[in-house]
C-alpha cells in the first residue's frame, strides 16, 4: 500500500517554499515527474524507486505521477496520478487515486495521469516562466514539448506558452541541503538501523565466512528494522579488495589476518545512510594494521572537529588530510617534510578520494560544494550551517608496492560517520557501532 507519511505538512510547506521563491522571480509554473520504472531483463523490473526531488515536494511514492505548481495570483498545488482501477489493482497492488491523493497528500486538486495532455496544454498558456528538472528522462522531454506546443496552437496566437524555462534542480537542491525536522528524525532512524547491522556484522564476522555472508547480515538487519532498501549497494570487501573503492560485496573468502572493511547503509523512508567500519576478520588487529586503523580514526577526528557552522566545507578534508599525510611519513609510506607532501599532493597515492559529501534522499545528496553562481571561477567553498547533514569519511589504502613497506601491503581502511551539522558543532548520529579499535574488539569477543 503507498500510504501517507505520517505527516504532510512538511510536504505542504516545502511547496509553499518553492512557490514563494518562484512567485518572487515573477511568477509561472513547475512541472516535474517521479521516476520511471526501470527494466532489469526481459518482462523483469527493478524494484521501484521515486524520484528524490518528487518525493521531498510530495511524499508520493507511486510510479506514473506528476507534480503541477502554479504561482499566480492564487497557488494551485496539482498532483496527477495513476487513476483508482481494481483490476488492475489485483496485480499490481494498491493505487491511491485523485480523489484520495487531495486530502491524504494536501494538494488543491488532483487528476488522473490520463489528463495530463488535456490538462498541460492550458496550465502552460499565459505562464510567463516554466520551471522543470533539466535531468529529465527522453520520454518527459516529448510530452513538455507536445504541451507547449499545444499550448501555442489551442491560443491562435492570443494565449502564449512559457518565454522562460528554469531549470528545477539547483532551486530544490539549495533548500534540500538543509533539513528539517522530519528529515533529520528519517535520517537518525536510518542511521541507529544501519549501527545495528554493522554491530551484527562485526558479530557474526569470522575466518572462512564469505563477503556475501556478511552482506546478508547487513541486509536481515535494514530489513527487519523496517528500513525498505540499502540506500546503495554495499561493499564488503575482505583483505586486498578494500583497495578497491567501490568494490561490491562479492564471495571472497575472509582469511585468518585480514582486514574486512564494510560500507553500507540503509534507505529509511526514502533518507539514505551511509557508514563505513574496517574490522579484523579474526577479531583482533595486527600491529601495523592497527597504527593503520588509529590514524585514521585520528583524521576522522581532526575532520570532526573542523565540522561546525560557519566553517567551509572544505576544512574537514583539508584536517582529515593533514594527519593522514603526516602519518604517512611516520609509517614510512611517503618521504620528505609534511608542507612538501600537502603541496605535491603526493599522500593521493593512498588517499584518493575527498573526506565527505552530503547526505539526505540520496547517498550523495544534491547541493553545491561551493557559494556563488556556477559560472564563476573558483568559487569559495560553502560554509557550513545547522540543519546540514554530511558524512566524514577519510581512509587509507595501500596497495602492493616495491616502494611500500610490506607490512602494510594489501591494507585498506576506511571509518565512516553521518554527522548533523548542530548549532555548535556537529553531531554523529551513526556511533551505534563503535570505532575505537579497543572497542570493536572487545564486541567481537562477546
Ligand atoms: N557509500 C558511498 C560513499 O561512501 O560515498
Ligand atoms: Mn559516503
Ligand atoms: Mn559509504
Redesign the pocket.
Known amino acids: 500500500m503507498s500510504l501517507p507519511c505520517t505527516d504532510i505538512a512538511p510536504f505542504v510547506e516545502r511547496r509553499r517554499r518553492l512557490l514563494a521563491h518562484m512567485r518572487a522571480a515573477g511568477g509561472g509554473i513547475a512541472v516535474l515527474s517521479t521516476a520511471p520504472h526501470a527494466q532489469r531483463n526481459h518482462d523483469a523490473e527493478y524494484p521501484y524507486r521515486h524520484d528524490s526531488d518528487f518525493y521531498y515536494l510530495t511524499g508520493f511514492i507511486e510510479p506514473e505521477a506528476w507534480l503541477v505548481l502554479v504561482a499566480g495570483v492564487t497557488d494551485r498545488a496539482i498532483l496527477f496520478c495513476r487513476a483508482k482501477r481494481p483490476e488492475q489493482e489485483i496485480w499490481e497492488g494498491y493505487r491511491c487515486g485523485p480523489d484520495a491523493a487531495v486530502t491524504r497528500y494536501g494538494f488543491d486538486e488532483a487528476y488522473a495521469t490520463d489528463e495530463l495532455d488535456t490538462l498541460l496544454p492550458a496550465l502552460l498558456s499565459d505562464q510567463p516562466t516554466l520551471y522543470r528538472s533539466f535531468a529529465a528522462t527522453g520520454a518527459v522531454e516529448r510530452k513538455l514539448r507536445h504541451w507547449l506546443l499545444q499550448s501555442e496552437q489551442q491560443g491562435r496566437g492570443r494565449r502564449l506558452a512559457p518565454g522562460r524555462i528554469q531549470d528545477l534542480r539547483p532551486i530544490l537542491a539549495d533548500m534540500r541541503v538543509i533539513k528539517d525536522a522530519s528529515e533529520i528524525a528519517a535520517m537518525r532512524q536510518a542511521a541507529r538501523i544501519s549501527a545495528g547491522a554493522h554491530t551484527r556484522a562485526m558479530r557474526a564476522a569470522r575466518p572462512g565466512m564469505h563477503e556475501y555472508q556478511l552482506e546478508a547480515e547487513l541486509l536481515y538487519e535494514f530489513r527487519r528494522h523496517g528500513a525498505q532498501s540499502p540506500?546503495?549497494p554495499s561493499?564488503v570487501a575482505a583483505g586486498a579488495n578494500a583497495c578497491v573503492l567501490?568494490y561490491a560485496a562479492g564471495d571472497t573468502v575472509l582469511r585468518d589476518g585480514d582486514l574486512v572493511l564494510i560500507?553500507?547503509?540503509c534507505e529509511y523512508d526514502s533518507y539514505a545512510s551511509?557508514i563505513?567500519r574496517t574490522f579484523p576478520a579474526n577479531g583482533r588487529f595486527t600491529g601495523p594494521q592497527r597504527a593503520l586503523y588509529d590514524l585514521t580514526a585520528a583524521a576522522q577526528q581532526a575532520a570532526v572537529q573542523a565540522t561546525a557552522p560557519g566553517r567551509s566545507w572544505n576544512d574537514a578534508h583539508e584536517a582529515a588530510v593533514r594527519v593522514l599525510a603526516q602519518g604517512m611519513l611516520d609509517e614510512g609510506l611517503l618521504h620528505g617534510s609534511l608542507d612538501g607532501v600537502l603541496e605535491s599532493t603526493a599522500y593521493t597515492r593512498f588517499y584518493m578520494?575527498r573526506t565527505?559529501?552530503w547526505l539526505g534522499l540520496d547517498?550523495?545528496d544534491v547541493g553545491d560544494y561551493r557559494q556563488g553562481s556556477a559560472s564563476e571561477q573558483d568559487r569559495p567553498w560553502r560554509s557550513l550551517a545547522a540543519g546540514m547533514v554530511l558524512?566524514i569519511?577519510p581512509g587509507i589504502y595501500v596497495r602492493e608496492a616495491a616502494d611500500v613497506p610490506e607490512a602494510f601491503w594489501n591494507i585498506g581502511i576506511?571509518i565512516?560517520d553521518d554527522a548533523l551539522v548542530t548549532a555548535e558543532g556537529c553531531e554523529l548520529i551513526t556511533r551505534g557501532v563503535p570505532v575505537d579499535a579497543r572497542e570493536i574488539e572487545a564486541l567481537m569477543r562477546e
Open positions: 540506500a546503495y561493499i567501490h560500507d553500507a547503509g551511509d563505513t578520494h565527505g559529501h547517498v550523495h558524512t569519511e576506511r565512516e
